[in-house]
C-alpha cells in the first residue's frame, strides 16, 4: 500500500509543477481547547475502543482518527489536524466502512479530514494537496454530501493558493 501512496505522490508532485507540496509541511497553530476537556475526550473514545490504558502513541489508527473527527466537531482544527496526520501514519489506505472493532465500522477518509483541517487553518498548499490525494485515491464516495465539499473546498484551496493569499 506504501508504494500506491508514493506513486499517487509522484503523480501529485508532477501536478503541483515542479513544487514540492507536503501534507505535513505547515505552520502549527494554536489549540482551542482546554487540556482537561481533551483528556475528558480522550478517555471516552479510549472507552469506547475498548482500549487499555497505555502511551497513546501506541493505540491504534482508529482511536487517533475518532480523535481528529472530535476535535473537528468542537472546531479544535490543529488537534485535529495532529490526530488525523497520526491516524494515517498508521493507516495510509482510505476505505469505506473500515473494520475497527467488534462490529464497528467506520468510513475512514484521511484525505479529505487532513485537507479539511488545512483548510479551516488556512494551509492552503497543504489543503490543496491533501483534497488531490483524496481526489486520486478515491477517498471519498462520488454521491456523498462530502464530495460536494470536496469539490468545494478544494476549488476555494485552489483559488487562495492561485492569489499567493498568505496562510493564516
Not at 513544487?19 to 482537561?36: G, V
Not at 468542537?74 to 485535529?80: A, P
Not at 491533501?130 to 476549488?155: C, H, K, N, V, W
Request: hydrophobic share 40%.
Amino acid at each position: 500500500m506504501r508504494i500506491l501512496i508514493l506513486v499517487c505522490c509522484l503523480i501529485t508532485t508532477v501536478a503541483f509543477a515542479g513544487e514540492d507540496p507536503q501534507i505535513k509541511d505547515f505552520t502549527r497553530k494554536a489549540y482551542l481547547l482546554e487540556d482537561t476537556e481533551v483528556a475528558k475526550i480522550k478517555e471516552e473514545i479510549r472507552t469506547r475502543c475498548n482500549l487499555l490504558p497505555a502511551e497513546e502513541a501506541t493505540y491504534p489508527w482508529y482511536y487517533h482518527y475518532e480523535l481528529g473527527i472530535a476535535m473537528q466537531k468542537r472546531n479544535d482544527w490543529q488537534r485535529s489536524l495532529d490526530s488525523m496526520l497520526t491516524a494515517l501514519d498508521f493507516r495510509d489506505r482510505p476505505q469505506k466502512s473500515s473494520r475497527i472493532y467488534g462490529m464497528w465500522f467506520i468510513d475512514y477518509y484521511p484525505y479529505y479530514n487532513i485537507g479539511l483541517a488545512h483548510h479551516r487553518l488556512g494551509n492552503w498548499k497543504c489543503a490543496v494537496q491533501s483534497f488531490r490525494l483524496s481526489r486520486m485515491l478515491e477517498d471519498i464516495p462520488a454521491d456523498s454530501t462530502a464530495s460536494l465539499q470536496l469539490r468545494l473546498y478544494g476549488a476555494e484551496a485552489e483559488e487562495k493558493l492561485e492569489k499567493k493569499l498568505p496562510e493564516d
